[in-house]
C-alpha cells in the first residue's frame, strides 16, 4: 500500500458526538461547560476525531453550538435522549459505521476507542461496545448504518440505550479486554452534576 494511501482494511467511520440532553442536574448546557479551559465537546471531539472520516455533535439547540466549529446536525428525534441522537447519527451517516460517544464522557480512552473501530472491521455483528462493571455499555460504541430501522422501530415504544443493545446483540468488549485498555475506566465517566465536574477538575490536576 503506497504511503499516505488509506488503509482499505481500517473502516471508514463517522463520529458522532451525541448532545441532545436536558442537563437538568447540571443545571446548563454540557456542550460548552469549560473543563480545564476546553468545552466537552471538544474533549469528545479530540478524542474521536483521529479514527473517523467526520464528526458531527448532534444537538436540539444548534446555534448555541456553532462556536465550536465543528459540523452540527439538528437532531431528527428531539429529546429522546442518546438513542435518538445515535438515530441522527446513522441516518446522516456517510460511511458504514458510527463512533458515538456522550457529549459528557471527557475522558475517553484513546485505546479502547481503537480497539472498538478495530473489533468493527472483524466482526458480522452490527455493533461494538464494552462491558464494565456495570454491564453492557452503549456509549461509547461503534454502531452499523444498518441498524437504522430496528432503532427507528425501537423508538417507537423505549428510548433506552442499554434495551437497545439487547434489540441489536453487538460484539462485546469483555470486561478484562477494557480494563486492559482503560484501567481507571474513566471512558464511562458521565459529567451529570457539580460534584462530578469537581471530580473531574480534581483529575486534571
Known amino acids: 500500500m503506497p ?3 488509506p488503509d482499505p482494511s481500517v473502516p471508514r467511520l463517522t463520529g458522532a458526538i451525541l448532545a441532545g440532553g436536558f442537563s437538568r442536574r447540571l443545571g446548563q448546557d454540557k456542550a460548552a461547560l469549560q473543563l480545564g479551559g476546553k468545552p466537552l465537546a471538544l474533549w469528545v471531539h479530540q478524542a474521536l476525531a483521529p479514527l473517523v472520516a467526520d464528526c458531527w455533535i448532534i444537538t436540539n439547540h444548534p446555534l448555541a453550538h456553532q462556536s465550536f466549529g465543528l459540523p452540527l446536525m439538528t437532531d431528527l428525534r428531539p429529546f429522546q435522549g442518546p438513542a435518538g441522537g445515535l438515530f441522527t447519527a446513522l441516518f446522516a451517516a456517510r460511511t458504514a459505521w458510527v463512533l458515538a460517544a456522550a457529549v459528557d464522557n471527557p475522558f475517553l480512552s484513546p485505546n479502547l476507542l481503537a480497539a472498538l473501530t478495530a473489533q ?3 466482526t458480522s455483528r452490527p455493533a461494538v461496545v464494552c462491558q464494565s462493571p ?7 460504541g461503534v454502531y452499523s448504518v444498518r441498524l437504522l430501522p430496528a432503532l427507528q422501530d425501537f423508538l417507537q415504544t423505549d428510548r433506552r440505550p442499554t434495551r437497545f443493545l439487547e434489540v441489536c446483540q453487538p460484539q462485546v468488549l469483555s470486561e478484562a479486554e477494557v480494563l486492559a485498555l482503560d484501567p481507571e475506566g474513566r471512558s464511562f465517566f458521565n459529567l451529570n452534576t457539580p460534584e462530578d465536574l469537581n471530580r473531574a477538575g480534581n483529575w486534571l490536576a
Open 3 to 5: 504511503p499516505g494511501e
Open 120 to 122: 468493527a472491521r472483524r
Open 134 to 140: 456495570r454491564g453492557l455499555e452503549p456509549f461509547p
